[in-house]
């Protein structure tokens, strides 16, 4: 399936609800792309398709990133490096913190967890404003893995999360708005 054929699809099962959680916000609910085997497998596919050859592991941020990065993993063969929020990893860990809206947040990552120099491609739903998958590279970088790029399933364009990256990191998004 190219590219514009997985963006149909992906989109025709997008539910869209207007004046979620506030009003004003159009959300686009990736659920029934998850729970439609067709659509799932497509998108978790052309989330990897254009950094084949580029990685080792897949990052997949607490939770949506959980079942993108597991499906891609399987389908593509690469292990998957769980990046988690604060407090939940048994081991020790690496941990960068990030702003929210009103406060902040942290991901952990076992230290260990990764060979060095590993090449991890990031894989999230949404790239917004872009502090959540700052969080997620930097984490990465400290941890003496390579970031091989940033992969979504949707890019809300207006926000500028992109800018938050630079341009040393390549992102791909499956669908922009």
Known sequence: M??????????SKLAVIPDFPEPGVVFRDLTPVFADGAAFIALSEALTRPFAGR?????????RGFL???????????????????GKLPRAVLREEYDLEYGT???????????????????????????????????IERAGWRVAGVSVAIELLEL??????????EIHSVLQY
Do not use: M, W
Request: charged share 25%; glycine share 14%; net charge negative.
């Open 105 to 139: 947040a942290a991901f952990e990552v076992h230290e260990d967890e990764l060979p060095p120099g590993s090449r991890v491609l990031i894989i999230d739903d949404v790239l917004a404003t872009g502090g959540t998958v700052e969080a997620a590279a930097a984490l």
């Open 2 to 11: 190219n590219e514009a054929q997985v963006r149909d699809l992906v989109e």
């Open 160 to 169: 500028g999360g992109r800018a938050r990256l630079g341009d040393h990191v």
């Open 68 to 86: 993108l990065a597991g499906a891609a993993s399987a389908l593509s063969g690469a292990g998957v490096l769980p990046v988690r929020k604060g």
């Open 55 to 63: 990685f080792d592991h897949l990052a997949g941020l607490e939770a």
